[in-house]
């Protein structure tokens, strides 16, 4: 850097001392100067240049160590808080209703005018008897309505099933009964030609109605 310096300082005073020059004295033509004073120049600009080149570079320095990312912990999730049920209505409160007791009404059957009860059958019913066999059917009859049974009035009939029987399909009633009395009624039969169950029914009738169902079922062999 002094070296520079020196040259800078030289190039000064050849300038001063080139404007003192006396005129008309052999002073140095004012090309060779100008020239002089360029070569100056030059060398000058070239010793800086030289001298900047001879300085040591700065070291750079080392690059700044760019740290990574941290991670950033993300806030935990927060539950809402957990809200027990209310019960805005109020329990249910028991309500006793009253039942008013019914009394049970038993109807006890009042006895018809006209009723029968069957209290026995001949034959038993599943009886077996052999082809063309002849038998009698016997039923007694009880008289269980409140009304009493008038010969006049009543009779039995023959109305359906196997016809077993060996005469009439009527009879007449042959005597009047009372309430609570019996009659005993009997009719000749004769087992069909044919082996199996035969049945047949006949009734105790008033006019058109039936007051006592009478039936036997016998097996022919």
Known sequence: MSKTKSLIALCFIALLSACNFPAGSNAVPTQDLAQTLDAARTQAAQTVAAEIASRPTDTPLP???TLAPTATQLPSATLPPTVAPTNTLPPPTATNTFIPWTP???????????????????PASGAQFNKKEEFDAKWVIK??????????????R????????????????KENVNPDGSITFIVDMIAPDATGTAKTSWGLMLGSRTVCSLNISIVVK
């Open 143 to 156: 008289n269980t309505g409140t009304k009493a049974w008038n010969t006049n009035d009543m009779d039995f």
């Open 104 to 122: 049970t009404i038993t109807n006890t059957p009042t006895p018809s005018d006209y009723n029968c009860t069957i209290t026995s059958v001949s």
């Open 63 to 65: 690059p700044t160590a």
């Open 158 to 173: 023959y109305l359906s099933g196997e016809k077993m029987q060996k005469y009439n399909d009527i009879y007449d009633l």
